[in-house]
């Protein structure tokens, strides 16, 4: 008899939680084949030859456990990381599939970025803080609770976390990658002349919707400094054939209005779900305060996250799990569209429309009433 490659989430009864357990043993598998770089070493291997555990390992590396990386492997064969060399004379060789190439550091979907983000220890240590939260026992938040007392912007800054900025901004690139296709063609934003991607990272995005509509002028990338400061190239950009003259980065903070460039239209993409509703309002209402000298046009913000369908006739997993991710950060949360609706209208605007495609986030677009 064979188990069929089944997730607990499509099951009931005792093998829903017992196949939670092991995926959650395959995640250390798959967290260790990605922290290691094993897919930068298995690029090297020959298609019809594979590389063993023991030719993985570096001569400066000779105290590694070739029998534990061996059984690395074979668990990664599960995920689909890797798979055996056929008509060699043991199993024991290996090569990457196309999902495991996906892991080599220079991937520009930044999976790997996002698998030692999510499944690192930093991550895990914040979901145990879960229990605590429910018991209110939490002196801060989640995260402080995991950092040492520190929110996770103020984390982001210090020198000795800028591993952690990089793995953040590549979570930010690789969900934006992810995404983009559906999002960038779902709403229509060839109808602006400029455009401002609010907490943009590396631009990832904002470069598939500057090279969907070649009619939109120019775009901002707006981000923190430690984050501005840690993008090294243009590369969403030029990879794309985006002239220089249709992007900028610009540093600042996104609650002091006098930092926010000017533009037709905002996106808030994974944004307003990191904050309490009274900081929401803050930066909905920096956004209106940095253009109300303009009367040319009328200013438009679009909204993308994982929106709460209150209907039930669209699944909410995804959201609901992001969710329980945002309880670490004290106020944050994944909302309904009534609740949108509210924060928006405290903060001047109106919700013309929501476009619920569910990639897995949905847009809600709206207005600045005058």
């Known amino acids: 008899m064979t188990f069929p490659p089944t997730s607990p989430l499509t099951i009931d009864g005792l093998p829903k939680f017992l196949s939670m357990g092991y995926h959650r043993l395959l995640d250390r598998a798959t967290y260790t084949f990605a922290e290691l770089g094993l897919a930068d070493r298995l690029t090297n291997a020959l298609p019809n030859q594979g590389l063993t555990a023991h030719e993985l390992i570096n001569n400066d590396e000779i105290e590694w456990n070739a029998d534990i990386l061996h059984r690395v492997l074979c668990a990664c064969t599960d995920v689909g990381l890797v798979e055996r060399v056929k008509n060699t004379i043991d199993d024991k060789h290996f090569v990457l599939t196309s999902s495991g190439l996906m892991l080599t550091s220079d991937h520009p979907s930044h999976a790997r970025d996002y698998v030692r983000y999510y499944l690192g220890p930093m991550s895990s240590n914040i979901g145990y803080q879960l229990i605590k939260l ?17 929110d996770l912007y103020t984390y982001l800054k210090q020198p000795e976390n800028q591993d952690y900025l990089h793995l953040y901004n590549g979570v930010m690139t690789c969900l934006s990658t992810y995404t983009g296709d559906k999002l960038v063609t779902g709403v229509d934003f060839g109808r602006f002349e400029t455009l401002v991607d609010l907490g943009g990272s590396r631009g ?22 430690q984050c501005i400061a840690e993008v090294k190239s243009a590369d969403e950009f030029e990879s794309r054939q985006i002239t220089s003259s249709r992007y900028t980065f610009v540093a600042g903070d996104m609650t002091d209005s006098s930092t926010i460039p000017q533009a037709d239209a905002y996106i ?47 699944s909410n997993w995804q959201a609901h799990g992001f969710d329980i991710g945002m309880t670490a950060y004290g106020g944050a949360r994944e909302r309904t569209e009534q609740e949108y609706r509210v924060l928006l209208e405290k903060a001047g605007f109106r919700l013309k429309k929501l476009y619920p495609i569910q990639a897995p986030d949905s847009i809600i677009e709206a207005v600045f009433v005058k």
Request: aromatic share 10%; hydrophobic share 40%.
């Open 204 to 225: 990832t995005f904002l470069a598939e919707i500057l090279q969907h509509y070649q009619n939109i002028r120019r775009g901002f990338i707006f981000d923190l400094p």
């Open 268 to 314: 808030l993409k994974y944004i307003l779900h990191l904050f309490n509703d009274e900081i929401c309002v803050n930066v909905l209402s920096s956004i209106r305060k940095a253009n109300e000298q303009r009367t040319d046009t009328l200013l438009t913000i679009f909204i993308v996250e994982h929106i709460i369908f209150s209907d039930g006739t669209i």
């Open 134 to 150: 429910v018991r209110g026992q939490c002196k801060g938040t989640g995260f402080a609770e995991a950092s040492g007392g520190l």
